[in-house]
């Protein structure tokens, strides 16, 4: 598990040190909203708001869920209480251990461009994502990545597509899951029950 201390303590508190961040927190704790409503609720252009959203993405505090091509963010309770938790702890922290060099051997093995390989370059370490892209394309590049660690004709329940995709990126899992089905690499059970990647048809697998 990726260890949070003063590091990523002093990174959320850059973020949050933003006038315009912080009321994009506190409305999304009270609701979800797309991008263009709250440009509206705070006088801000959509690229803009996108921008803030996706600092606060990065440091966990946001998920985000695609319907179609709208994007709906909403506070990640999950991440707020682990940032509050370190700040509670403020004066206790200690420094993180110096991360040791990333063995980024497995990205070779996978069958992608340069253009592609460069991007898991940029958003890995050890084969862990240690930030999300702000961009579509290279969203799509992250999530073929993630389809990979699905076994075909395999169904996984809920919890053990969260378990993989935890692996890899805790703190906005949920978002990966949701854009793995929204982009077609896995496909869902009516109701959400089951899992599976992918296949040629959209059969599900025997199970």
């Known amino acids: 598990m990726r260890h949070f201390g003063r590091k990523y303590l002093l990174e959320t508190l850059k973020t949050l040190a933003d006038d315009s961040r912080l009321t994009l927190l506190q409305l999304l704790h009270e609701q979800e909203y797309a991008v263009g409503d709250l440009a509206e609720r705070v006088k801000l252009t959509e690229p803009t708001v996108s921008h803030h959203l996706s600092r606060l993405r990065e440091s966990g505090l946001v998920l985000m869920r695609m319907v179609g091509n709208q994007r709906y963010y ?104 949701r854009d793995l089905v929204d982009f077609g690499y896995l496909r869902r059970e009516r109701g959400g029950g089951k899992y599976w990647l992918a296949p040629a048809t959209q059969d599900a697998p025997e199970g």
């Open 74 to 177: 909403r506070v990640n309770e999950v991440g707020l209480a682990r940032f509050k938790k370190l700040a509670g702890e403020i004066e206790t922290l200690v420094d993180e251990p110096e991360a040791a060099p990333s063995n980024d051997s497995w990205i070779e093995a996978l069958e992608l461009n340069a253009e592609d390989k460069q991007v898991l370059l940029d958003h890995t370490t050890n084969g862990r994502l240690t930030h999300l892209p702000t961009k579509q394309k290279k969203t799509l590049v992250i999530l073929r990545w993630l389809a990979t660690l699905f076994q075909p004709d395999t169904l996984y329940t809920e919890p053990q597509v969260n378990t993989i995709l935890k692996s890899v990126y805790e703190p906005d899992f949920v978002s990966l899951r």
